[in-house]
DNA sequence: TCATATACCGAAAATTTTTTCGGTACTTGG
DNA sequence: CCAAGTACCGAAAAAATTTTCGGTATATGA
């Protein structure tokens, strides 16, 4: 009752802001991918994320194009041929991105032996 | 069984490790929250958050001290109190929460010209 | 020719997350 | 007594996300 339909939440609150555009389940990992500033084909995108759905990967980087992340190159050639890069706007999350790996590594015994959590 | 993780990937993954653990819609703004060492009262942890429903408040907190990020204090008082606060390991995780906060901050501007998404 | 590769997309299924709703139990203030 | 507050929980509905499946089209190599 006392609280009202969402909007712009997102757009209220920085923090909800900056993790709307990387908590999708891979798109940090694509950040993470494509962070040396080389261009990747799709094709190779998954084959570096085999656990993800190629279906979503291509989603998921659709959107992250949308938002100014990753910038994609379609070249006219048959078979098709298309990479994505990343954009400044994109290079700007990879401290947070840094800092997520580094805590992860640092903290990944603790959870290892927490969860085998099935 | 609050949760379980179905796969390891994000036990094989640091960077989904640590994304696991904040991405749920309220959990990095529930961090914020309790950053400062204050325990608070769940009903005051709701009013701080109105957007979100109360009940997903509680599941995310659950979650959260299950994960070791938030501990929870019950006082056997009448009406009942209880309290959470932000653990060692959950302090540990405010330099990302930073980043994000600095980072939505600063792009704020672009992302409320665009959009209309999400 | 046929299998494979490239890239992409729609539709629907499956799964997960979030929200709503209604309930328990007890106390205090009006 | 009644309403409101405090904390909590289960069940189910709703919404969002992810996955699967099948399809488009063209080219290359065996």
Same mark, same amino acid.
């Given at each position: ?37 080389? #261009?990747? &084909? ?6 570096? *994320? ?7 990967? %291509?989603?998921? $980087? @659709? ?15 048959? #078979?098709? &041929? ?6 400044? *706007? ?7 991105? %840094?800092?997520? $790996? @580094? ?16």
């Amino acid at each position: 009752m006392a609280y009202e339909k969402k909007i712009p939440v997102d757009l209220d609150c920085p923090l909800r802001l900056t993790m709307s555009l990387i908590e999708s389940k891979w798109k940090s990992c694509i950040l993470d991918e494509l962070r040396n500033g080389n #261009p990747k &084909r799709p094709s190779e995108i998954h084959k570096c *994320l085999p656990e993800a759905a190629p279906r979503v990967l %291509d989603i998921q $980087l @659709k959107e992250m194009v949308e938002d100014g992340l990753v910038e994609k190159t379609i070249y006219p050639e048959l #078979p098709p &041929r298309s990479e994505y890069n990343i954009t400044e *706007l994109g290079l700007s999350l990879i401290p947070i991105i %840094d800092l997520m $790996l @580094k805590w992860g590594k640092e903290h990944f015994d603790i959870f290892e032996r927490k969860f085998g959590r099935k």
